[in-house]
């Protein structure tokens, strides 16, 4: 397996909040955010990621988990999941979890991988994503 990292800035492009009336602050919330990524392996600096998520939170902190895909100037594209911890405090909100590959097209049909990430808001619409982990093309595309 290829080890890896990467990063991106980005901007959220779609928030919907909703109040549950369960809780004193708890909220469920949908983002989706597009960005172009940096990064160490070639197969995926200048990819585009978009990524959707939904926050359950109460108080700020809570869970997040959501699908992302990445798309390339050659067409081809891979996508998986991802879950993770939201912590709000003085300081800002971070999320921290685990992201994993479950297809894709081109080059990265077959493709495995998974790693870890840690996004820090640096306001309620702006965040900055940095990750690693590691992957492996199927042998078919590598012979391609």
Known sequence: MTEFSGSFSGRVQVLT?????????????????TAPQTSTDVNWNGARVTYWGVSDLISGNGTQRGYYVNERADGSRDWGTF?????????????????RVSGGTGKFAGAT????????????????????????????????
């Open 83 to 99: 879950e993770g911890k939201v912590t709000t405090s003085r300081d800002g909100t971070t999320i921290e979890g685990t992201w």
């Open 113 to 144: 991988g998974q790693g870890t990430y840690k996004t820090r808001l640096s306001s309620p619409t702006d965040l900055e994503c940095q990750w690693n982990g590691r992957y492996e093309l199927a042998a078919s595309a590598q012979a391609a």
């Open 17 to 33: 909040t909703i109040s549950v009336a369960d809780i004193s602050g708890h909220e469920l919330q949908t983002v989706e955010i």
